[in-house]
């Protein structure tokens, strides 16, 4: 049940999807993989939606991220992602569970790790990790959202277990990993936005997910199109 201080605070979205859709929200833990430039804006406006989180990443801030993950500061130097954005989210949500892991994921690990999750968001830069997570949603029958960007452009869809293509499906050859590539980070918090809405529309079942749908993003054309996977 939501209390009167929810009721107010959430108000604007309730009027989308009505408290019971706002109490899903309540009830619901979602894994969001990789807490950098994708995984920024899918925290931020989850916890402001009122998710309950499980922050994963093995990587500390540096300098270099401050264009696009805005939820590490230069004082969070030293300090893991997790642990750097949990406490700027707890300030933010107050009335949400916030828990992380700091690590990386791994064949040994993920079961104990990922347990009890929603849904597991994709926010990662790299495919032998994603294909980890592609893997382990199917066996659970977790929903998976996956999201990537590079320079002006980015990607996202939402897979379902039994009902869409599995992401190797769709990328069955992986990329292959650049040490270091162009993003504006304002492509990181467009398509990292998308990612969130993706997240609330399976959890309050309001709203058409991206299910064997593309969506590919060129912020630089100002150009969206849906690619059917079916």
């Known amino acids: 049940m939501l209390s009167d201080r929810e009721l107010e605070r959430y108000d604007r979205q309730i009027k989308i999807f009505g408290i019971e859709g706002q109490e899903k929200l309540k009830n619901a833990r979602v894994a969001i993989v990789g807490v950098g430039g994708l995984g920024s804006p899918v925290a931020y406006y989850l916890a402001a939606a009122g998710v309950n989180l499980l922050l994963i990443d093995e990587q500390k801030p540096e300098l270099s991220n401050l264009n696009r993950q805005i939820l590490h500061w230069e004082e969070d130097f030293g300090k893991p992602k997790p642990l750097s954005a949990k406490w700027k989210l707890e300030k933010l949500n107050p009335d949400i569970e916030i828990e992380t892991f700091v690590g990386r994921l791994s064949e040994d690990n993920i079961e104990d790790v990922l347990g009890n999750v929603d849904v597991i968001v994709d926010c990662l830069d790299n495919f032998e990790t994603r294909y980890l997570l592609d893997e382990y949603a199917h066996k659970k029958g977790i929903p998976l959202v996956h999201g990537a960007v590079e320079g002006l452009y980015g990607q996202v869809t939402t897979i379902i277990p039994g009902k869409t293509k599995c992401l190797r499906e769709i990328f ?59």
């Not at 990993?177 to 304002?186: Q, T």
């Not at 609330?200 to 593309?214: A, Q």
């Open 172 to 230: 069955p050859k992986a990329p292959e990993k650049k040490e270091s590539f162009p993003i504006l980070g304002a492509t990181a918090g467009a398509v990292g936005s998308i990612q969130a809405v993706e997240v609330i529309k399976l959890l309050t079942g309001c709203g058409e997910p991206l299910m064997n749908k593309l969506l590919i993003a060129d912020l630089a054309h100002n150009a969206f199109e849906v690619v059917e996977l079916e």
